[in-house]
């Protein structure tokens, strides 16, 4: 039997190129925290910083027959924080500026009827795609973006661990990505945060 906490770094990422899960539970015990405060340091917001600790776990896993940390694994981990952090603040800006010209075009109390139609027939598009989502999956995105939980109250209140709930928002993310295309997955994902 391997002794998983004994393994040096390279070794755990060459077990886990081969899809070994208990080399990715070595890593992410090992490196969850201090990526954690890193991630922390960065956004000042302790649900943000858990959110990219979790996407760059997820993405780890994802991509674990394909990764090459060049001998280097904590710098590796910390770029994929940093970058993260990055593609948030600019995920952040588009949408700051998306609702300030919601905001402009609320306060000219020019209402159109056609913009609420549209509305209202790209929110049907939604609900049905994510009606469609497998049934925990669906569940756990409803209860994160409908009911604006954090992923440690979802996992109480369903009784699972924050990793899967992570995994669920992850991977619902994701199909609808594909499913409604970039287009209306960028306006829904900014009406809805």
Known sequence: ?????????????????????????????????????????????????????????????????????????????????????????????????????????AEDGHVITDHLVRERQFSDIINIEIANLPAKMGEVFKLSRNEYLTHKEIANKLNISEQTV??????ALKILRVRLGLFIYIIWLFHNK
């Open 166 to 171: 992570s995994k669920h928002i992850t991977n």
């Open 1 to 105: 039997m391997i002794n998983y906490n004994s393994l040096p770094d390279n070794d755990l990422v060459d077990l886990l190129r081969t899809g070994d899960g208990e080399a990715y539970k070595e890593l992410y015990q090992r490196y969850s925290v201090v990526l954690l405060n890193h991630a922390y340091n960065k956004t000042r917001d302790r649900e943000e910083a858990k959110d990219i600790v979790h996407e760059v776990f997820a993405m780890l896993w994802a991509n674990h027959q394909n990764i090459n940390p060049s001998n280097n694994l904590p710098g590796y981990l910390y770029s994929c924080v940093r970058n993260n952090f990055f593609n948030q603040v600019a995920r952040n800006l588009v949408k700051s500026k998306y609702m300030s010209s919601i905001k402009a075009f």
